[in-house]
């Protein structure tokens, strides 16, 4: 059962345009999201991240959106540098009594093309 | 540097073995998560500590087990190891008392042969 999904394994974007990923998500109960970067033999750096009181939360080139009556998020990357080419996971954060938890997405790959 | 620390970065082990992958969390926090990424798949979590106390557990198989010292340094022990356990195995800590978000470390890989 997957409480995050990201349905596109892979985009990608001409150096300059507007890169957007996407990710849903089941749980009604997560009230915070996510987004970690990720290139080849590193750990998931955190990016940015929304709380489910925002519909919008942005830093510098990356804008993360929340729609919670479609239980979706988007992440925006404007402008898109080769630099970025990373996978992108979306996580999404609950309580469990006295626990938080982080719920990941199988990633999407992004690759700028210069 | 997110300053979780795993170690080893690499390991290669035969069928059958057991190894134990150690991370040590970020200065200051009592939360330390394990995840698995196998080829392809995204991050699976496999089972959180609190100070010492195991917090929630995800996908865990029975054949692995964890826990966190008191220095709050955690271990993730794998046993009876198969082919399919191959995989990159991350840790993440996170300061309790907010909804912020888990520093990775960088990982051990994992090779069963």
């Known amino acids: 059962d997957q409480q995050v999904k990201q349905n596109s394994p892979s985009l990608s974007v001409q150096e300059g345009r507007i890169s957007i990923l996407n990710c849903d998500y089941t749980?009604?109960?997560?009230?915070?999201f996510l987004w970690y970067k990720k290139y080849p033999a590193e750990g998931p750096t955190f990016l940015i991240s929304?709380?489910?009181?925002?519909d919008k939360n942005e830093d510098g080139r990356f804008t993360v959106f929340l729609n919670k009556s479609a239980k979706h998020l988007s992440l925006h990357i404007v402008p898109s540098q080769p630099g970025d080419s990373a996978v992108y996971f979306c996580?999404?954060?609950?309580?469990?009594?006295?626990?938080?938890?982080?719920?990941f997405g199988s990633g999407t790959q992004l690759t700028v093309l210069p | 540097d997110s300053g979780v620390t795993q170690t080893p970065k690499h390991l290669i082990t035969a069928t059958g073995q057991r190894v134990t992958l150690r991370c040590s969390p970020r200065?200051?926090?009592?939360?330390v998560y394990w995840y698995q990424q196998s080829l392809d798949q995204g991050l699976q979590f496999l089972i959180q500590?609190?100070?010492?106390?195991?917090?929630a557990k995800g996908n865990i198989l029975e054949r692995f087990s964890a826990q966190q010292f008191p220095d709050l340094h955690s271990e993730l022990n794998l046993s009876s190891l198969e082919l399919g356990d191959s995989a990159l195995y991350f840790c993440?800590?996170?300061?309790?008392?907010?909804?912020?978000?888990?520093?990775f470390g960088q990982g051990t890989r994992l090779t069963v042969v």
């Open positions: 993440a800590s996170r300061a309790e008392g907010g909804p912020t978000g888990a520093f």
């Open positions: 200065s200051g926090d009592l939360s």
């Open positions: 749980n009604s109960m997560f009230d915070y």
């Open positions: 929304i709380s489910s009181i925002k």
């Open positions: 500590y609190y100070n010492g106390e195991e917090r």
């Open positions: 996580a999404a954060s609950s309580s469990s009594g006295s626990a938080r938890q982080l719920t």
